[in-house]
T-cell receptor, first 111, second 111 residues
Framework: GQQLNQSPQSMFIQEGEDVSMNCTSS?????WLWYKQDPGEGPVLLIA?????ELTSNGRLTAQFGITRKDSFLNISASIPSDVGIYFC???????????FGAGTRLFVKA | DAGVTQSPTHLIKTRGQQVTLRCSPI?????VSWYQQVLGQGPQFIFQ???????GRGNFPDRFSARQFPNYSSELNVNALLLGDSALYLC??????????FGNGTRLTVT
């Protein structure tokens, strides 16, 4: 079945540092999504990517849809304590009937 | 505007019992998806419903079933509960070909 490999599993960084995480798949997706989940809450959409090669920013966050349509990365610049949480990548198939999630990257930021 | 709402927020059941979880989508969204999230893992796809019809099903046993009502709300039913069914159950709604928007989930504990 479809699987997403997300790396790294966890990251421990200092406040102010930049962060990069990525996601790869054996399958092609038409849409790549990045979510953040805080404890006790559901995942919240950060960035949606719809076209191969697309580079999209949302404040300090930047994500790219890989040209092969099998990978994506998320960068966070100048990290702050509230960036702490679990970041998930997700791939959505044609028609949007199934969205598959990676296992998540756990981000810890030290002030 | 109200987001996706789920009820109850927490639930404790005994092995062998049955449970019903409820979800109300964002107004205007006709699609509802259900996910199971075990501690430390990413959300696993269970079902997607669109216009009251099942459009996608993940790799879950027949003990799991769902339905969508004319007002687009949805219920997830799990029969013959096992200890391994303990998880956070997430509901997400979406409009056509758009990203998922999640509720805060129902935490199910099976003892």
């Amino acid at each position: 079945g479809q699987q997403l490999n997300q790396s790294p599993q966890s990251m421990f960084i200092q406040e102010g540092e930049d962060v990069s995480m990525n996601c790869t798949s054996s399958s092609i997706f038409n849409t790549w999504l990045w979510y953040k989940q805080d404890p006790g809450e559901g995942p919240v959409l950060l960035i949606a990517l719809y076209k191969a090669g697309e580079l999209t920013s949302n404040g300090r966050l930047t994500a790219q849809f890989g040209i092969t349509r099998k990978d994506s990365f998320l960068n966070i610049s100048a990290s702050i304590p509230s960036d702490v949480g679990i970041y998930f990548c997700a791939g959505q198939d044609t028609g949007g009937f199934k969205t598959i999630f990676g296992a998540g990257t756990r981000l810890f930021v030290k002030a | 505007d109200a987001g996706v709402t789920q009820s109850p927020t927490h639930l404790i059941k005994t092995r062998g019992q049955q449970v019903t979880l409820r979800c109300s989508p964002i107004s205007g969204h006709k699609s509802v998806s259900w996910y199971q999230q075990v501690l430390g893992q990413g959300p696993q796809f269970i079902f997607q419903y669109y216009e009251k019809e099942e459009r996608g099903r993940g790799n879950f046993p027949d003990r799991f079933s769902a339905r969508q009502f004319p007002n687009y709300s949805s219920e997830l039913n799990v029969n013959a509960l096992l200890l391994g069914d303990s998880a956070l159950y997430l509901c997400a709604s979406s409009s056509t070909n758009s990203p998922l928007h999640f509720g805060n989930g129902t935490r199910l504990t099976v003892t």
